[in-house]
Nanobody, 123 residues
Framework: QLQLKESGGGLVQPGGSLRLSCAAS????????IGWFRQAPGKERDGVSC????????KYADSVKGRFTISRDNAKNTVYLQMNSLKSEDTGVYYC????????????????WGQGTQVTVSS
C-alpha cells in the first residue's frame, strides 16, 4: 500500500526556517515527479514546488522562489522542502504528492497524497 508521509512542520517566527520531509512507502519514487502543495485556511490548494524523478527539472511558485529549495534522495525514497525566510503568508497545511512523471501538472493530476503537515508562521 502506497503511503506518503510529511513531517517537519511546526510553528516558526517570520524569517525563520523549516525543513519538510516527504517519505514514501509502498512505491519507489525514483520514477515519478514529486510535488509540494499548500493550502491556507479558506483557500484552494496551490502548488509550491515540484521536482522530477532525477532532479533534472525543478519548479517553484513565484511566491517562494529564492526562499524554498526542493531536493530528493531516491535512495531514501524521500523528498525535502527547505523553507527559509518564512513569511506569515506561507502559513498553511503542506502536502506532498506524486503520480505524474513530469512537473507542470495541476493538483488534479496527482494520484497519491500525504495527509499534510501544518506550517504556521507567526510572531
Amino acid at each position: 500500500q502506497l503511503q506518503l508521509k510529511e513531517s517537519g512542520g511546526g510553528l516558526v517566527q517570520p524569517g525563520g526556517s523549516l525543513r519538510l520531509s516527504c517519505a514514501a512507502s509502498g512505491l519507489n519514487l525514483d520514477r515519478y515527479a514529486i510535488g509540494w502543495f499548500r493550502q491556507a485556511p479558506g483557500k484552494e490548494r496551490d502548488g509550491v514546488s515540484c521536482i522530477t524523478y532525477n532532479g533534472g527539472t525543478i519548479k517553484y511558485a513565484d511566491s517562494v522562489k529564492g526562499r524554498f529549495t526542493i531536493s530528493r534522495d531516491n535512495a531514501k525514497n524521500t523528498v525535502y522542502l527547505q523553507m527559509n525566510s518564512l513569511k506569515s503568508e506561507d502559513t498553511g497545511v503542506y502536502y506532498c504528492a506524486t503520480g505524474p512523471l513530469w512537473c507542470g501538472v495541476p493538483a488534479s493530476g496527482y494520484d497519491y497524497w500525504g495527509q499534510g503537515t501544518q506550517v504556521t508562521v507567526s510572531s
